[in-house]
């Protein structure tokens, strides 16, 4: 091998590594929490959720529903109860959701979220209970901002501006939810209704490969619309709305 054989195959394996490390640092400083640590001030926040795509008020109640490629109905029903929790000092609304899968319930979810004064709607934790067959299985998936290093995150922003990605939900190993804003000013058809000037998102996790959902929410309903299963191809849509 000559000297300029030599030199170019320096250099094209000098670039490999460097590309090999630009795509690590990455993939991993998307992932990498270290130094994730939202300063929280309550008298910044409320249990008051209007923002345009994803308003909570008290008595406002949501279905969806889908059927998988095994046949089986899945429905779910949210509501925003009347009463509220206190996380770290922070007045939060409760969504209460829950999960049927052919008319049994096989999870109940308590949602806690509370709206920032910059319009900012953050996800403070959530109460879980998953059903196997009836009966209580365990609390899988539960966390509070605060405790055992769990760490509120960003569930719908005011501002909605293309390539954004914020963290959900912060609880090492357990909760670590991610969402990337991809459109914006879409219009999205269900059997329910045709709505414009949606947004739509990216749900992952760093947790499971799997878990991977488009959701598209709109201002006509100031709410999630329709799911789309990146991995199935399953479609959740809205079919019922309720507003007090």
């Given amino acids: 091998m000559n000297s300029k054989t030599r ?34 001030k309550p008298a910044e926040f409320t249990a008051k959720i209007t923002n345009k795509h994803f308003a909570l008020p008290v008595g ?7 059927t998988d490629q095994r046949g089986i109905t899945e ?12 996380i770290e000092g922070v007045e939060t609304a409760i969504y209460l959701d829950k999960v049927y899968n052919n008319g049994q319930l096989v999870e109940e979810t308590r949602d806690y979220l509370a709206q920032h004064k ?22 899988s998936g539960s ?16 501002e909605q501006r293309v390539g954004d ?14 969402r990337d804003t991809l459109a ?20 992952w996790t760093p947790l499971e490969k799997n878990s991977r959902e488009h959701k598209y929410y709109c201002p006509k309903v100031s709410s999630l619309v329709l799911i789309e299963d990146l991995e199935t191809g399953q479609r959740s849509e809205l079919t019922n709305i309720v507003v007090p």
């Fill in 118 to 139: 910059n319009g900012d709607v953050w996800y403070f934790g959530e109460d879980v209970n998953n059903f196997l067959n009836g009966t209580l299985l365990n609390h």
């Fill in 75 to 86: 429905r779910i029903e949210i509501e925003i109860l009347q009463e509220s929790k206190i």
């Fill in 7 to 40: 030199m170019f195959v320096g250099i094209i394996a000098l670039l490999i590594i460097m590309a090999g490390g630009a795509l690590w640092y990455f993939n991993n400083s998307r992932n990498d929490a270290s130094d994730y640590s939202p300063q929280i």
């Fill in 184 to 203: 914006t000013g879409l219009t999205v058809s269900t059997k329910f209704g045709t709505y414009t000037d949606c947004v739509k998102v990216y749900d």
């Fill in 143 to 158: 966390f509070i901002h605060g405790k055992d290093g769990a760490k509120a995150g960003i569930w719908m922003k005011a």
């Fill in 60 to 66: 406002k109640k949501l279905t969806y529903e889908s």
């Fill in 165 to 178: 990605s914020y963290r959900q939900e912060y609880y090492v190993g357990k909760a670590e939810d991610m």
